[in-house]
């Protein structure tokens, strides 16, 4: 175990103990219901309802092509979406499901015969452990295919051990697909210390920068956002102490792949091909990369190298290599000043 012990145990206590069921929450940080895709809502059905009340997230960070896939869960709580994964990769794939808090695990694998009955397979393994650790819970290098994590990250005390460990164990071209809170500055000691506010998932939540500079220290130089959502503080209390931070729930996809801190122009041309089942119309890579079926779109070197050098391969058509190079690519990402701005680190 990783990081100041009195902030594990305040979180575990917060919900193990203090978070009875969804309701319990004091802000919305935990817990935006509307931000499941259409595809997955009628999978809901055939979830324990004990475990969907239970459920804390801030997003549904499941990506599309996970068939035969082996998905890690980070801090998955009582289960919710390892079975929903459970359903998504088939009997070929397989779902971990890992947490520090035994009182939620104990509600998952209480239910693990009920869903197995009803999907036709077993492929789910809860264990118990730490994010920061993933050794200790048995999680080899290079053995999982996707990470997911749904509103847990914040709440690491250690988080550039976690995100070592989330590349570590990613297989060479593997996805961290994750949903969780950001903050437009850096959280005051006296906030991030305060063990409701660490529990409502918004003590720990990183400034956006921070972590583009941690996961560059990783070696992930381009992580893209997906998609944002404003955040609900129903206590008044909790609206007080926060002062001027304001918080946003985003949903961030990145790659274990060499990619370039910059975009570079190498002429490739992209093209979905609408194979994806969940998609069939349009492919949703980040929030200013919507390829829509048939039609061209001319990408980044990074770009091409997450479409051709990952499991989405087989429904990307790519034109060109990096054989011919023509500079910085021609784009600016959400909120840059400009092409050469540096903080246009994804076209």
Not at 51 to 71: L, N, Q
Not at 89 to 109: C, H, K, N, S, Y
Not at 148 to 166: G, Q, T
Not at 326 to 341: E, H, I, K, M, N
Request: hydrophobic share 35%; glycine share 8%.
């Amino acid at each position: 175990m990783t990081g100041n012990p009195d902030t594990l145990a305040a979180v575990k206590h917060y919900y193990g103990e203090v978070l009875q069921s969804s309701s319990d929450l004091q802000t919305s940080a935990c817990c935006l219901a509307d931000a499941m895709p259409a595809h997955l809502i009628p999978l809901l059905k055939d979830i324990h309802p004990e475990i969907k009340d239970r459920f804390y997230g801030c997003g549904s960070p499941i990506p599309p092509a996970i068939e035969g896939a082996t998905v890690l869960d980070l801090g998955c709580g009582t289960g919710r979406d390892v079975y929903l994964l459970s359903r998504l990769v088939g009997p070929t794939g397989r779902v971990i499901g890992l947490d520090m808090t035994e009182a939620q695990l104990a509600v998952g694998r209480r239910h693990q015969a009920w869903h197995a009955e009803r999907y036709g397979h077993d492929n789910v393994d809860f264990r118990h452990g730490y994010i920061e650790d993933l050794a200790s819970a048995g999680i080899a290098d290079a053995s999982i295919d996707v990470v997911i994590s749904n509103c847990v990250l914040n709440l690491s005390p250690d988080k550039p051990a976690l995100f070592r460990e989330l590349m570590r164990v990613l297989k060479p071209g593997g996805e961290l697909y994750f949903s969780d809170v950001f903050a437009d500055r850096r959280i005051p000691e006296a906030l991030s210390n305060d063990p409701l506010l660490r529990g409502e998932c918004l003590g720990g939540a990183l400034y956006e920068e921070d972590f583009r500079r941690l996961m560059a220290d990783v070696g992930c130089r381009d992580s893209r956002i997906v998609s944002r959502s404003p955040l609900a503080i129903h206590n008044p209390d909790i609206e007080r102490q926060i002062g001027f931070v304001n918080f946003t729930s985003v949903t961030v996809r990145a790659f274990k792949l060499a990619l370039e801190d910059r975009c570079e122009d190498f002429g490739q041309v992209a093209t979905y091909l609408g194979t994806l089942p969940e998609a069939p119309h349009r492919f949703l890579l980040d929030d200013h990369h919507l390829l829509e079926t048939g039609r061209p779109l001319r990408v980044c070197g990074n770009t091409a190298d997450m479409l051709s050098q990952t499991r989405y391969a087989p429904h990307i058509q790519l034109i060109g290599d990096k054989t011919r190079h023509f500079g910085l690519f021609d784009c600016v990402s959400p909120g840059a000043g400009g092409p050469t701005d540096t903080a246009a680190a994804c076209c």
